[in-house]
Protein backbone atom coordinates (compact mmCIF):
# COMPACT_ATOMS: atom_id res chain seq x y z
CA UNK A 1 0.00 0.00 0.00
CA UNK A 2 0.89 3.69 -0.03
CA UNK A 3 2.30 5.25 2.65
CA UNK A 4 1.35 7.77 4.49
CA UNK A 5 2.30 10.75 2.17
CA UNK A 6 1.36 8.71 -1.43
CA UNK A 7 4.50 7.28 -2.49
CA UNK A 8 4.11 3.58 -3.30
CA UNK A 9 6.07 0.83 -1.40
CA UNK A 10 6.36 -1.24 -4.10
CA UNK A 11 7.01 -1.56 -7.70
CA UNK A 12 6.59 -3.57 -10.79
CA UNK A 13 8.70 -2.52 -14.35
CA UNK A 14 8.04 -4.18 -17.09
CA UNK A 15 10.77 -3.76 -19.34
CA UNK A 16 13.50 -4.00 -16.18
CA UNK A 17 16.33 -2.59 -17.97
CA UNK A 18 14.57 0.88 -19.53
CA UNK A 19 16.99 3.98 -18.78
CA UNK A 20 13.52 5.45 -18.19
CA UNK A 21 12.13 3.15 -15.74
CA UNK A 22 15.83 2.63 -13.80
CA UNK A 23 15.50 6.43 -13.20
CA UNK A 24 11.82 5.99 -11.73
CA UNK A 25 13.07 3.88 -10.02
CA UNK A 26 15.51 5.50 -8.25
CA UNK A 27 13.52 8.51 -7.43
CA UNK A 28 10.89 6.23 -5.79
CA UNK A 29 13.28 4.50 -3.85
CA UNK A 30 14.89 7.96 -2.73
CA UNK A 31 11.62 8.48 -1.70
CA UNK A 32 10.89 5.64 0.50
CA UNK A 33 10.21 2.99 -1.72
CA UNK A 34 11.19 -0.64 -0.56
CA UNK A 35 10.23 -3.04 -3.01
CA UNK A 36 11.40 -3.24 -6.64
CA UNK A 37 10.49 -6.44 -9.04
CA UNK A 38 12.74 -5.80 -12.79
CA UNK A 39 10.71 -8.18 -15.09
CA UNK A 40 12.65 -8.24 -18.22
CA UNK A 41 14.77 -10.54 -20.52
CA UNK A 42 17.19 -12.76 -19.26
CA UNK A 43 20.81 -10.56 -19.16
CA UNK A 44 23.44 -9.22 -17.64
CA UNK A 45 22.07 -5.89 -17.68
CA UNK A 46 19.26 -6.94 -15.71
CA UNK A 47 21.50 -8.01 -13.09
CA UNK A 48 23.43 -5.14 -13.03
CA UNK A 49 20.23 -2.77 -12.57
CA UNK A 50 18.98 -5.06 -9.92
CA UNK A 51 22.45 -4.73 -8.38
CA UNK A 52 22.81 -0.60 -8.54
CA UNK A 53 19.12 -0.32 -7.49
CA UNK A 54 19.76 -2.79 -4.14
CA UNK A 55 22.68 -0.32 -3.43
CA UNK A 56 20.36 2.58 -2.67
CA UNK A 57 18.53 0.18 0.08
CA UNK A 58 15.58 -1.25 -1.92
CA UNK A 59 14.75 -5.11 -1.83
CA UNK A 60 14.96 -5.70 -5.52
CA UNK A 61 13.97 -9.19 -7.79
CA UNK A 62 14.21 -10.07 -11.03
CA UNK A 63 12.03 -11.82 -13.16
CA UNK A 64 12.20 -13.14 -16.83
CA UNK A 65 9.54 -11.74 -18.79
CA UNK A 66 9.37 -11.36 -22.91
CA UNK A 67 6.62 -8.84 -24.33
CA UNK A 68 6.94 -11.13 -27.66
CA UNK A 69 5.73 -14.45 -25.25
CA UNK A 70 2.47 -13.13 -24.03
CA UNK A 71 1.61 -16.84 -23.88
CA UNK A 72 3.49 -16.55 -20.52
CA UNK A 73 2.36 -13.26 -18.96
CA UNK A 74 -0.46 -14.87 -16.88
CA UNK A 75 2.10 -17.13 -15.23
CA UNK A 76 5.14 -14.37 -14.94
CA UNK A 77 3.27 -11.95 -13.45
CA UNK A 78 1.14 -14.34 -11.19
CA UNK A 79 3.95 -15.35 -9.69
CA UNK A 80 4.30 -11.42 -8.77
CA UNK A 81 1.33 -10.66 -7.56
CA UNK A 82 1.59 -13.19 -5.59
CA UNK A 83 4.50 -12.64 -3.79
CA UNK A 84 2.56 -9.31 -2.27
CA UNK A 85 0.88 -6.57 -3.37
CA UNK A 86 2.14 -3.93 -6.02
CA UNK A 87 1.58 -0.41 -5.54
CA UNK A 88 2.69 0.63 -8.98
CA UNK A 89 3.63 -0.92 -12.29
CA UNK A 90 5.15 0.76 -15.25
CA UNK A 91 4.81 -0.44 -18.19
CA UNK A 92 8.05 0.40 -20.19
CA UNK A 93 9.14 -2.06 -22.69
CA UNK A 94 9.68 -0.45 -25.84
CA UNK A 95 11.35 -0.51 -29.52
CA UNK A 96 12.23 1.87 -31.58
CA UNK A 97 12.86 -0.08 -34.98
CA UNK A 98 14.34 1.56 -37.83
CA UNK A 99 11.41 3.14 -40.06
CA UNK A 100 13.78 2.56 -43.21
CA UNK A 101 14.70 -0.83 -42.74
CA UNK A 102 11.67 -2.10 -41.28
CA UNK A 103 9.63 -0.73 -44.85
CA UNK A 104 11.73 -3.00 -46.55
CA UNK A 105 11.25 -5.92 -43.59
CA UNK A 106 7.33 -6.18 -42.65
CA UNK A 107 8.65 -8.90 -40.43
CA UNK A 108 10.97 -6.34 -38.37
CA UNK A 109 7.86 -3.59 -38.39
CA UNK A 110 5.83 -6.09 -37.19
CA UNK A 111 8.16 -6.94 -34.87
CA UNK A 112 7.96 -3.18 -33.18
CA UNK A 113 3.77 -3.40 -33.24
CA UNK A 114 4.08 -7.41 -31.54
CA UNK A 115 6.77 -5.57 -28.67
CA UNK A 116 4.97 -2.43 -28.05
CA UNK A 117 1.61 -3.03 -28.84
CA UNK A 118 0.66 -6.10 -28.52
CA UNK A 119 2.83 -7.31 -25.77
CA UNK A 120 1.33 -4.28 -23.78
CA UNK A 121 -2.13 -5.55 -24.50
CA UNK A 122 -1.36 -8.63 -22.69
CA UNK A 123 0.53 -7.41 -19.86
CA UNK A 124 -1.21 -4.32 -19.43
CA UNK A 125 -4.54 -6.83 -19.32
CA UNK A 126 -2.63 -9.22 -16.87
CA UNK A 127 -1.26 -6.14 -14.63
CA UNK A 128 -4.92 -4.58 -14.54
CA UNK A 129 -6.73 -7.62 -13.23
CA UNK A 130 -4.50 -8.12 -10.52
CA UNK A 131 -4.41 -4.30 -9.60
CA UNK A 132 -8.64 -4.36 -9.20
CA UNK A 133 -8.21 -7.55 -7.54
CA UNK A 134 -5.93 -5.90 -5.00
CA UNK A 135 -8.38 -2.85 -5.33
CA UNK A 136 -5.77 -0.56 -5.44
CA UNK A 137 -2.25 0.66 -7.47
CA UNK A 138 -1.31 2.18 -10.69
CA UNK A 139 -0.47 1.03 -13.80
CA UNK A 140 1.71 3.51 -15.58
CA UNK A 141 1.96 3.32 -19.13
CA UNK A 142 5.33 4.95 -21.61
CA UNK A 143 3.21 5.81 -24.37
CA UNK A 144 4.83 8.73 -26.68
CA UNK A 145 4.09 11.91 -28.17
CA UNK A 146 4.94 9.80 -31.50
CA UNK A 147 1.28 8.17 -30.77
CA UNK A 148 -0.37 11.49 -31.32
CA UNK A 149 0.21 11.95 -35.26
CA UNK A 150 2.11 9.32 -37.84
CA UNK A 151 4.80 10.92 -38.87
CA UNK A 152 6.68 9.97 -41.99
CA UNK A 153 9.87 9.59 -40.36
CA UNK A 154 8.47 7.18 -37.77
CA UNK A 155 5.08 5.97 -38.61
CA UNK A 156 6.10 2.27 -37.57
CA UNK A 157 6.74 3.27 -34.24
CA UNK A 158 4.62 6.46 -34.17
CA UNK A 159 1.28 3.67 -34.91
CA UNK A 160 2.22 1.17 -32.04
CA UNK A 161 1.96 4.19 -29.69
CA UNK A 162 -1.28 5.30 -30.82
CA UNK A 163 -2.65 2.07 -30.47
CA UNK A 164 -0.86 1.67 -26.82
CA UNK A 165 -2.16 4.63 -26.10
CA UNK A 166 -5.56 4.36 -26.92
CA UNK A 167 -5.65 0.55 -25.17
CA UNK A 168 -4.24 2.23 -22.03
CA UNK A 169 -7.09 5.08 -21.94
CA UNK A 170 -9.76 2.60 -22.52
CA UNK A 171 -8.08 0.31 -19.85
CA UNK A 172 -7.90 2.91 -17.38
CA UNK A 173 -12.00 3.95 -18.28
CA UNK A 174 -12.92 0.27 -17.46
CA UNK A 175 -11.06 0.69 -13.94
CA UNK A 176 -12.46 3.97 -12.87
CA UNK A 177 -13.88 2.93 -9.98
CA UNK A 178 -12.32 -0.03 -9.02
CA UNK A 179 -9.50 1.74 -7.04
CA UNK A 180 -6.84 0.95 -9.80
CA UNK A 181 -6.01 3.12 -11.78
CA UNK A 182 -4.09 3.69 -15.13
CA UNK A 183 -2.18 6.83 -15.85
CA UNK A 184 -0.93 7.48 -20.02
CA UNK A 185 2.63 9.37 -19.73
CA UNK A 186 3.42 10.67 -23.52
CA UNK A 187 7.66 11.76 -23.46
CA UNK A 188 8.64 13.52 -26.37
CA UNK A 189 12.22 13.04 -26.89
CA UNK A 190 14.40 11.34 -24.15
CA UNK A 191 18.07 10.74 -24.14
CA UNK A 192 18.53 7.08 -23.50
CA UNK A 193 20.09 4.19 -25.32
CA UNK A 194 16.81 4.07 -27.13
CA UNK A 195 17.57 7.32 -28.87
CA UNK A 196 21.41 7.74 -28.96
CA UNK A 197 22.96 8.95 -32.18
CA UNK A 198 19.68 10.61 -33.45
CA UNK A 199 19.41 13.83 -34.04
CA UNK A 200 17.73 16.00 -31.04
CA UNK A 201 14.36 17.87 -31.72
CA UNK A 202 13.71 20.68 -29.39
CA UNK A 203 12.36 19.80 -26.56
CA UNK A 204 14.24 16.90 -25.92
CA UNK A 205 14.66 16.15 -22.40
CA UNK A 206 16.01 13.09 -19.80
CA UNK A 207 14.87 10.20 -18.10
CA UNK A 208 15.24 11.88 -14.50
CA UNK A 209 12.56 14.53 -15.96
CA UNK A 210 10.47 11.61 -16.91
CA UNK A 211 10.76 10.17 -13.67
CA UNK A 212 9.70 13.34 -11.70
CA UNK A 213 6.77 14.41 -14.10
CA UNK A 214 6.09 10.32 -13.35
CA UNK A 215 6.28 10.67 -9.50
CA UNK A 216 4.30 13.81 -9.22
CA UNK A 217 1.73 12.46 -11.73
CA UNK A 218 1.11 9.29 -9.22
CA UNK A 219 0.53 12.03 -6.42
CA UNK A 220 -1.99 13.60 -8.44
CA UNK A 221 -3.77 10.09 -9.28
CA UNK A 222 -3.11 11.40 -12.61
CA UNK A 223 -4.40 10.36 -15.87
CA UNK A 224 -2.27 11.85 -18.93
CA UNK A 225 1.07 13.29 -18.27
CA UNK A 226 3.28 15.26 -20.85
CA UNK A 227 7.05 15.26 -20.26
CA UNK A 228 7.96 18.18 -20.99
CA UNK A 229 4.25 19.37 -20.48
CA UNK A 230 4.91 22.02 -22.85
CA UNK A 231 4.84 19.24 -26.01
CA UNK A 232 1.11 19.14 -25.13
CA UNK A 233 0.36 22.08 -26.57
CA UNK A 234 2.48 21.74 -29.06
CA UNK A 235 1.10 18.58 -29.98
CA UNK A 236 -2.50 19.67 -30.11
CA UNK A 237 -1.54 22.13 -32.79
CA UNK A 238 0.34 19.55 -35.12
CA UNK A 239 -2.26 17.40 -34.56
CA UNK A 240 -5.04 19.37 -36.07
CA UNK A 241 -2.48 20.56 -39.01
CA UNK A 242 -4.30 19.93 -42.45
CA UNK A 243 -3.26 16.77 -43.91
CA UNK A 244 -0.81 18.77 -46.67
CA UNK A 245 0.57 21.10 -44.52
CA UNK A 246 1.81 18.48 -41.64
CA UNK A 247 3.57 16.49 -44.64
CA UNK A 248 5.60 19.15 -45.39
CA UNK A 249 7.07 20.01 -42.09
CA UNK A 250 10.55 18.61 -41.02
CA UNK A 251 9.16 16.54 -38.04
N1 LIG B 1 13.67 7.46 -25.23
C1 LIG B 1 12.68 8.16 -25.76
O1 LIG B 1 12.89 9.17 -26.47
C2 LIG B 1 11.24 7.78 -25.50
C3 LIG B 1 10.24 8.71 -25.78
C4 LIG B 1 8.90 8.38 -25.58
C5 LIG B 1 8.58 7.12 -25.12
N2 LIG B 1 9.57 6.22 -24.86
C6 LIG B 1 9.17 4.88 -24.42
O2 LIG B 1 9.61 4.68 -23.08
C7 LIG B 1 9.86 3.28 -22.88
C8 LIG B 1 11.24 3.12 -22.28
O3 LIG B 1 12.19 3.63 -23.21
P1 LIG B 1 13.70 3.99 -22.80
O4 LIG B 1 14.01 5.29 -23.44
O5 LIG B 1 13.88 3.81 -21.34
O6 LIG B 1 14.46 2.89 -23.65
P2 LIG B 1 15.45 1.72 -23.28
O7 LIG B 1 16.39 2.14 -22.19
O8 LIG B 1 16.01 1.27 -24.59
O9 LIG B 1 14.48 0.60 -22.67
C9 LIG B 1 13.69 -0.21 -23.48
C10 LIG B 1 13.33 -1.42 -22.65
O10 LIG B 1 12.47 -2.28 -23.40
C11 LIG B 1 12.90 -3.61 -23.17
N3 LIG B 1 12.43 -4.53 -24.19
C12 LIG B 1 12.54 -4.42 -25.53
N4 LIG B 1 12.00 -5.50 -26.10
C13 LIG B 1 11.53 -6.29 -25.09
C14 LIG B 1 10.86 -7.54 -25.05
N5 LIG B 1 10.57 -8.24 -26.17
N6 LIG B 1 10.52 -8.04 -23.85
C15 LIG B 1 10.82 -7.38 -22.70
N7 LIG B 1 11.46 -6.20 -22.68
C16 LIG B 1 11.81 -5.67 -23.88
C17 LIG B 1 14.41 -3.50 -23.13
O11 LIG B 1 14.95 -4.67 -22.60
P3 LIG B 1 16.36 -5.33 -23.09
O12 LIG B 1 17.41 -4.79 -22.15
O13 LIG B 1 16.14 -6.80 -22.92
O14 LIG B 1 16.57 -4.92 -24.52
C18 LIG B 1 14.52 -2.28 -22.23
O15 LIG B 1 14.35 -2.66 -20.89
C19 LIG B 1 9.66 2.61 -24.23
O16 LIG B 1 8.36 2.08 -24.32
C20 LIG B 1 9.79 3.76 -25.22
O17 LIG B 1 9.08 3.51 -26.42
C21 LIG B 1 10.89 6.51 -25.03
Redesign the pocket.
Known amino acids: MKDAFGIPQSLLVL???????LATARRLIARRTRTVWLA??P?A??ETAASELRTLGADVHTVT????DPDAHEAVLGKVFAEGDIDVVLL?????GDQSRDERQPVSAVRVAQ??YT?AVSAGLVSARALQAQGHGSLVV?????GERARRSDFIYGSS?AGLDAFAQGLGDALHGTGAHVMVVR????R????AGLEEPPLATT?EAVATAIELGLRRRSETVWVPGSLQAVMSALRHLPRGVFRRLPV
Open positions: GGTSEIAGRTALFDALAFGILTNGLSSVAKPGFVTKMTP
